[in-house]
């Protein structure tokens, strides 16, 4: 099922891991290794699946036992490379046709700037057609907490254009939750755990992935 972007919408905001790349698997498999060669832990699917989605440093003490926060960051920024993220072909033609329509593109990512500029750039992701990036270095708040998009909103509004305005595009129902609440459009892409029923269950729209996105 496609879903239209339509002439009311002026921005299109998009998570980014498992959205505009693949994620889980790979970052699911370096989370493994960490945790084995460094701290000595068996990671099991369970503990990886129960804590998924939340901030990294709250995912680095309940995968590892980390008490020292900062240095098992340091490891994940450092054996990060070793771990790529697959590429969705759909994203970068998507993100091409939304720009020629003259929509705002930005992502809003919980990831450090640094791993999500190394992961556009792996991933082909057009970086020049992107007008905002928005990291955990921008804010401390998470989804689902809709304030998570308080430094997006405002950028966005110095530009004239209004929550109600905004399409935001996510994997997750953490995603939906936090955009609705922000006063913002959502459409659920099923490239990540939930599926369209996840989604359907929560009154959301969803697509496949985003080669169904239609203007």
Wanted: proline residues 5%; charged residues 25%; without cysteine.
């Amino acid at each position: 099922m496609s879903n239209p972007v339509g002439k009311d919408i002026k921005a299109v905001m998009f998570d980014f891991d498992d959205t505009l790349v693949g994620t889980r698997v790979p970052i699911w498999r370096l989370h493994r290794h960490i945790a084995k060669a460094h701290y000595g832990v068996d990671l099991e699917e369970e503990i990886l699946l129960k804590h998924w989605g939340q901030p990294i440093r709250v995912l680095v003490e309940h995968y590892y036992g980390a008490t020292d926060i900062d240095a098992a960051l340091a490891l994940v920024k450092q054996e990060t490379v070793n771990f790529p993220k697959k590429t969705f072909p759909q994203a970068a033609p998507a993100l091409r046709k939304l720009n020629r329509a003259g929509k705002i593109l930005g992502i809003v990512s919980a990831s450090h700037l640094s791993i999500l500029k190394h992961d556009m750039d792996r991933a082909g992701i057009p970086a020049d057609i992107i007008d905002y990036i928005q990291t955990s270095e921008d804010t401390p708040v998470h989804k689902p907490n809709p304030a998570v998009f308080d430094p997006m909103l405002a950028w966005a509004h110095t530009r004239g254009i209004d929550a109600r305005e905004i399409l935001y595009i996510g994997d997750g129902i953490q995603d939906m939750i936090a955009a609705t609440k922000a006063g913002m459009n959502f459409i659920g892409v099923t490239t990540g755990l939930a599926t369209r029923e996840d989604f359907l269950s929560h009154g959301s729209a969803s697509i496949a992935d985003l080669s169904e996105l239609q203007l």
